[in-house]
């Protein structure tokens, strides 16, 4: 269904929702026709029939939600009238207190008509009805007269036609709970929500699995300060709600804990949903999830994160705040730098339309770059051999720096002359460690490898860092957690296969995000959806996976 066709199908309903409710209130407060006739005849019966009791005719009972009150503007059921007080003195011209107790006890015996549709308000609506002043004589006794339907009616419909009028914002603000990540994560203050990590599932508690295999933990969000109109005023609020997905489709499922426990590491890495630090990183980055506490905050969803592009600039990785902290990073280099290897150019084979200048050039660059592949096995077989047989030092990584920027190695570029037309040959004679924009043999690669690995470092004890690579990467870190939000509840945005307003809740919008390792390939971001039938029962078993159409 389009979203055209979708907005006309709300104002219909909206349409004919409002004329029942006109046609109902002119139906209550339409003029009584008593048509004058004749009397009939006395029946020939002595002491004639016995007087029947009037009955009042019965009137159909009214259900109408707050809800789909304020569905046509998407925002939630507002809070229920106060109750109206009644002045309780008798009124000149009225019955005798005989008939006043008798016309009580008439009301008390007989159900109201509009207790239906109050009975139907949502739970976290329910007015607080202040218990009967006890006197020394005893309780009170008179009843309170009943509130018309037709007033309800029209009441409720002008809150939600209020409601409806609300801005945006306030709107969003009230139906949903945007979390934003900590900066620092570290600190003395209280962790109630959190990304990736460790779950902490109560001790008695298996690790979940999702479609027999063990999930991937995503999340777990306290749910004791969610707004009370989330979710149409349903749900949880006490406990937390931890979100897992199956490593290999991405299938999600929710657990609603009523307690915790220890933190419980994951069984295998991360899968479906994980994205590496870049093309080809995969086999050397930390394949999980940093652990990152999260604060509910206002605001709306990001739908990612931008860093700013270091390919365009010009540095060097032999400067200490790029060189590896431990041995999983100096490994992890080594390991790189051996799969980048393959992109030197030994063979000195130049285009078969090659110029005598760019083939002389091609073939000068291969002999120079032989002699630096020779050097650099060297140092990853060196760095293989000690990897493990000691403790890490700071000292050795610098010497493996400082070793890989005495080799340089070659590049021949080619352009275009803008003035003559004519094509230039140049060759870039370059230190292994020197990004150059033109000629990235790994150094580039390495970065964001780099800074993978010193993110989950971080996030588990700054410390672990030294200082040079800190002060490089925590202002990066910073404008990436300035950007991040995860939002509960809300609105979907957009089109969202197979996700109705109407029947569907939003549990968490989880958008892709660089600093996280989230999956770009969901596009902008997964939601995690569940009926709201369910989510009213607390059936957390049919959760649903979905992805906003691009």
């Not at 620092?184 to 990590?197: I, K, M, N």
């Not at 390919?311 to 060189?323: G, I, K, N």
């Not at 033109?438 to 588990?460: E, S």
Request: charge should be negative; glycine fraction near 6%.
């Amino acid at each position: 269904m389009s979203d055209i066709e979708a907005a006309a199908l709300r104002l219909a309903l909206f349409t004919l929702a409002f004329l029942a409710v006109v046609l109902l209130v002119w139906w209550v407060r339409r003029p009584k026709v008593e048509h004058a006739g004749p009397k009939a005849p006395r029946l020939g019966i002595e002491g004639g029939l016995a007087k029947l009791r009037r009955r009042d005719p019965d009137v159909e009972e009214v259900e109408i939600a707050p809800a789909r009150l304020a569905r046509v503007s998407g925002s939630a059921p507002l809070a229920p009238l106060p109750e109206a007080e009644f002045d309780d003195a008798p009124q000149p011209g009225t019955a005798s207190s005989a008939d006043t107790a008798a016309t009580a006890r008439q009301v008390t015996e007989s159900p109201s008509p509009v207790e239906p549709a109050v009975a139907d308000f949502s739970p976290a609506f329910e007015p607080e009805i202040p218990a009967p002043a006890l006197s020394e004589e005893g309780p009170e006794t008179t009843a309170a007269p009943e509130v018309p339907a037709d007033e309800l009616i029209e009441a409720v419909a002008l809150q939600a036609e209020a409601a409806a009028n609300l801005p945006t914002p306030e709107r969003y603000a009230a139906t949903s709970a945007t979390f934003a990540p900590r900066f620092p994560p570290h600190g003395d203050a209280p962790v109630h929500s959190w990304l990736g990590g460790r779950p902490r599932l109560p001790k008695t508690m298996e690790w979940p699995k999702v479609d027999g295999r063990e999930g991937d933990f995503l999340a777990q969000i306290s749910c004791a300060a969610l707004p009370p109109m989330i979710w149409d005023g349903v749900g949880p609020r006490s406990g937390w709600l931890a979100f897992f997905a199956n490593p290999d489709s991405g299938s999600p499922a929710v657990l609603h804990l009523s307690e915790d426990g220890p933190p419980r590491d994951p069984p295998h890495p991360v899968g479906a949903l994980w994205s590496p630090p870049g093309p080809g990183l995969g086999g050397f980055a930390r394949r999980a999830f940093p652990e990152w506490p999260i604060d509910q905050v206002n605001g709306h969803v990001a739908l990612c994160s931008d860093v700013a592009d270091a390919s365009t600039e010009a540095y060097d990785v032999a400067d200490p705040a790029f060189h590896p902290f431990d041995w999983d990073s100096l490994t992890a280099m080594i390991g790189l730098l051996e799969s980048r290897r393959d992109r030197l150019d030994v063979d000195g084979v130049a285009p078969a339309d090659a110029s005598d200048e760019l083939a002389q050039a091609v073939a000068d660059a291969a002999v120079a770059n032989r002699s630096a592949d020779a050097r650099i096995r060297e140092i990853i077989a060196v760095v293989r051999e000690s990897a493990g047989q000691g403790s890490f030092t700071a000292a050795g990584a610098t010497a493996v720096m400082e070793g890989l920027q005495t080799i340089r190695w070659n590049e021949v570029v080619t352009h275009t002359d803008p003035e003559t037309g004519e094509d230039l040959v140049e060759t870039l004679e370059l230190p292994l460690t020197r990004h150059h924009p033109a000629a990235d043999l790994w150094v580039d690669d390495w970065r964001a490898l780099l800074a993978d690995h010193a993110k989950h470092a971080w996030c588990a004890d700054r410390n672990r860092l030294p200082e040079p690579l800190r002060a490089a990467l925590e202002p990066e870190w910073q404008r990436m957690v300035a950007a991040e939000t995860v939002v509960l509840g809300g609105r979907a945005g957009g089109f969202v296969p197979s996700f109705d307003a109407d029947f569907d809740a939003i549990l968490l919008h989880l958008p892709a995000s660089a600093l996280f390792n989230r999956s770009a390939a969901t596009g902008n971001g997964a939601i995690v959806a569940i009926r709201k039938s369910d989510l009213a029962a607390g059936n957390f078993s049919r959760v649903r996976m979905l992805r906003r159409a691009e």
